[in-house]
């Protein structure tokens, strides 16, 4: 670690954090400590922290009052967190058409309740408000995971990412990322040849400890650097996030980095969920900030099955989510972590969005992940794919061709379209230069117009 870092860590970051008052540093040295408690010492510590936010939230948000009522549900009788399953899940849906009213009165007329937006996948933005002091508690849980990656607090970072936030703060925003965020940006909304070789010339004259960013983007700048400044860098971690790592992009950037990739989970409306230690046998969930529930068709699924992920968010009190559905899906491991944190659990993978599960004409429900993979991996001459599912009996391939696709490629594609989604199955390609990012500057490779089991919920809840 050099002057600078050791600085930032021991001198500057708690000058810093004591100038905005922020605890969050003190949150990072307990959390750290308290990371490798055992099992029913954390669920314990679970269910005091569930009833506390269900009796306020029964008392101080009408909404919950009469969905607790409806369901027969009485927080003050909470004992066991199985209970909770009487509760219904709530939907983005319902979160947009609630609104304010979903704010605790306690909490209402606070002046720093902050507001948290998200453009969502369908482009309505969901509108979010967290009071300040679960804020630096979520801030002290991401560092904690942030250095499971390798990387030390004060080291600096490479980041990979759409609209470098320090940007809209102006002068102090820029004073603080020199002296203490550290961060170097490639803006991957403008993500071209041009600007990853700027980027790449900026990381090797001030060499990142981290690198950090959407799991696509990282795979590309790995594959850029693969191409043109091969072995120039090396971190000492490497975090995706913000969209699913495939197996195929976590080699390509290991090999190119000679660093483990330190995959992690989260959404803007919590924060962090799930993160991968250093043993990499899978995504803890940040057991300190949430409650996480699997469910398909209401019930919690078992280890291996995919389920969507359901949230309880533990520590903001301003604006209680209660099961929230996020729209993903996740599997558990069903085994601890050989790390010792048994305490938190241990998530096999993230499988993807509820809305990229591709639903067939015979009823089976393929991931959409698994899916691009398998078209990537056997269709020759593939660069890049994505596939949309626009009817249960049309989709379109949206494909980026390499030098090697040709007729036979297009036989291939025929053969396996009929294999997965059966015979009578029509389908289009569409040629294309570069499949563009979304608005968010993250990727999607599958999307699917017809609901499934997992987004069925919250399809009803529009209807
Ligand atoms: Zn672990």
Known sequence: MNLHAVAIRNLIGPLWAAHERSPYLRHYSRLKQTQFEGKDRVEADQLQKLK????????????????????????????????L????????????????????????????LRRKTTSGSTGVSLEVWVDEEAMQ???????????????????????????????????????????????????????????????????VRRPPSLIFGHAHSVYLFAAFMRQHRTGSIRPRGIITTAMVLHDWQR????????????????CEEVSLIACECE????????????????????????PGEPGSIIVTDLVNHAMPLIRYQVGDVASWAGRPCSCGRTGMPLLARIEGREADYVTTRRGELISGISLTENFAMLVPGIEQLQIIQESLERFTFRIVRGPDYGPSSDARIQE??????????????????????????KYR???????????????????
């Open 52 to 83: 506390r936010l269900l009796i306020h939230a029964n008392e101080t948000v009408p909404f919950y009052r009469k969905r607790f009522a409806d369901a027969g549900f009485d927080p003050a009788n909470f004992q066991s967190r199985a209970q």
């Open 85 to 112: 399953e009487v509760v219904p899940v709530l939907t983005k849906s319902e979160i947009r058409t609630v609104g304010r009213a979903l704010i605790s009165e306690a909490y209402r007329d606070r002046p720093d």
């Open 137 to 203: 508690f979520k801030r002290g849980c991401t560092l904690r995971c942030d250095e499971w990656s390798g990387w030390r607090f004060g080291e600096p970072v490479a980041m990979v990412w759409g609209n470098p936030d320090y940007l809209k703060h102006g002068w102090r925003g820029r004073l603080r990322n020199g002296l203490l965020e550290r961060a170097c940006y490639l803006d991957t909304l403008k993500m071209d040849e041009a600007t990853m070789a700027r980027f790449a010339d900026d990381l």
């Open 251 to 266: 080699q390509v950037i290991e090999a190119e980095f000679s660093c483990k990739v330190t995959n992690r989970y989260g």
């Open 279 to 302: 043993k990499h046998e899978g995504l803890h969930v940040n057991t300190d900030g949430q409650y996480v529930e699997l469910i398909r068709d209401g019930r919690p699924v078992g």
């Open 416 to 441: 396996l379209a009929a294999e997965r989604f059966g015979d009578d199955v029509a389908y289009d390609c569409e040629f294309v230069e570069r499949i563009p990012p979304e608005l968010s500057g």
């Open 445 to 463: 490779f599958c999307i699917s117009k017809v609901p499934n089991a997992f987004s069925m919920s919250a399809l009803t809840e529009i209807s």
